[in-house]
T-cell receptor, first 117, second 115 residues
């Protein structure tokens, strides 16, 4: 079975400082990894994904994520946080070798990021 | 393109009532799905469809029915609403079921309260 853990319910960071939102995963085979962001009263928006290749993935709004296979992690990062980055962030995984309903995305519980002015 | 649309945005039901949450996409996506979002639990998959006429259960299907008569529409039916179904419901779609790397596009959500 595949699973995702986001160990921090809440992350606070000052504007201009670097931010990190943590994600670890568990799959039987190789993972496809995704980050989504949810602004208040909105649906989820795609930020970036790791499929294969370069371990550092660049996405929308200046975000990037680093895939680390040995640590089974896919942490979301941004060098300089903006107040407008404040939102709920979800990590998600699919197992490449899964079948049936297990081929679907499994989401983490979400991390609320607050960027303080 | 309007993308993924959902109606209604808000709904209040009494226990035992039935209703249908509507979802439509105009991107000619094969794959559509329904999730519910509850605090501290992320998104959990209710039902999904890999194409017209094909549906399957996700992680939490009990109390919900779906059908996929067209590529564009994927309604979610609550047959007899229960307070445990109070949640925010999201519909999502992606171009193909496979490859698994496809990005999902989400609707704006329906906030449902069951009294």
């Amino acid at each position: 079975a595949q699973s995702v853990a986001q160990p921090e319910d809440q992350v606070n960071v000052a504007e201009g400082n670097p931010l990190t939102v943590k994600c670890t995963y568990s799959v039987s085979g190789n993972p496809y990894l995704f980050w989504y962001v949810q602004y208040p009263n909105r649906g989820l928006q795609f930020l970036l994904k790791y499929i294969t290749g370069d371990n550092l993935v660049k996405g929308s709004y200046g975000f990037e994520a680093e895939f680390n296979k040995s640590q089974t992690s896919f942490h979301l990062k941004k060098p300089s946080a903006l107040v407008s980055d404040s939102a709920l962030y979800f990590c998600a995984v699919r197992d490449v070798i899964s079948s049936g309903s297990a081929r679907q995305l499994t989401f983490g519980s979400g991390t609320q990021l607050t960027v303080l002015p | 393109n309007a993308g993924v649309t959902q109606t209604p945005k808000f709904q209040v039901l009494k226990t035992g009532q039935s209703m249908t949450l509507q979802c439509a996409q105009d991107m000619n996506h094969e794959y559509m799905s329904w999730y519910r979002q509850d605090p501290g639990m992320g998104l959990r998959l209710i039902h999904y469809s890999v194409g017209a006429g094909i549906t399957d259960q996700g992680e939490v299907p009990n109390g919900y029915n779906v059908s996929r008569s067209t590529t564009e529409d994927f309604p979610l039916r609550l047959l007899s609403a229960a307070p445990s179904q109070t949640s925010v419901y999201f519909c999502a779609s992606s171009l193909r079921q496979a490859p698994l790397s496809d990005t999902q596009y989400f609707g704006p959500g329906t906030r449902l309260t069951v009294l």
